[in-house]
């Protein structure tokens, strides 16, 4: 199956901090990337879907202001956690859409002190 | 409203069998997929089933049927590896995936 790349995967940081998160699908073009964030034990909950060269659709609920997302090419999304508090520590995952397909990256653990 | 329902926790024995079952509602169809999650680490693509009947693939195996809006994974021959959560999901007409809240699947000696 199709392969992608995030990084970090783990990051520690101070409260009111901002840390970026990458998303790379490694041998496909995705013009559909999604960010998910899921906390101990609970869902995936999808925050956005971000496409390629257009302004990301956040879900209900999510501030835009406060998770950039940026998707300038076809294998690279960004999400930038901005001004963290420790409430916004947890498990983010970002996927990549092949066809109908939806792959996964490893996932990055954000801890925020 | 988009609805995907999935027991929350099962438990089965290391060599048997277990069929994780999966129903659902949504706003058009375009495919169901299961996918396997380990703790602490991001899903991993199972299958995918956009016409009625049976997928196998190895020890697993999924089927559909559109017109009773159901699904089920099943695992043979189970071993220890296979403890995870199970996560159905239905891509809807706008091809967004809906996700279910997983299976928990408890694999005993």
């Known amino acids: 199956g199709a392969v992608v790349s995030q990084h970090p995967s783990w990051v520690i940081c101070k409260s009111g901090t901002s840390v970026k998160i990458e998303c790379r699908s490694l041998d496909f073009q995705a013009t559909t990337m999604f960010w998910y964030r899921q906390f101990p034990k609970q869902s995936l909950m999808l925050m956005a879907t971000?496409?390629?060269?257009?302004?990301?659709?956040?879900e209900q609920g999510v501030e835009k202001d406060k998770f950039l997302i940026n998707h300038a090419s076809l294998t690279l999304s960004t999400l930038t956690v901005t001004s963290a508090h420790p409430e916004d520590s947890s498990f983010y995952i970002c996927?990549?859409?092949?066809?109908?397909?939806?792959?996964f990256g490893p996932g990055t653990r954000l801890t925020v002190l | 409203g988009q609805n995907i329902d999935q027991p929350t926790e099962m438990t089965a024995t290391e060599g048997a069998i277990v069929q994780i079952n999966c129903t659902y509602q949504t706003s058009g169809f375009n495919g169901l997929f299961w996918y396997q999650q380990h703790a602490g680490e991001a899903p991993t693509f199972l299958s995918y089933n956009v016409l009625d009947g049976l997928e196998e693939k190895g020890r697993f195996s999924s089927f559909l049927s559109r017109s009773k809006g159901y699904s089920y994974l099943l695992l043979k021959e189970l071993q220890m590896k296979d403890s995870a959560s199970y996560l159905c999901a239905v891509m809807d007409s706008n091809y967004q995936l809906i996700w279910g809240a997983g299976t928990k699947l408890i694999i005993k000696p």
């Open positions: 996927s990549a859409r092949e066809d109908r397909r939806q792959f």
């Open positions: 971000s496409n390629e060269g257009s302004k990301a659709t956040y």
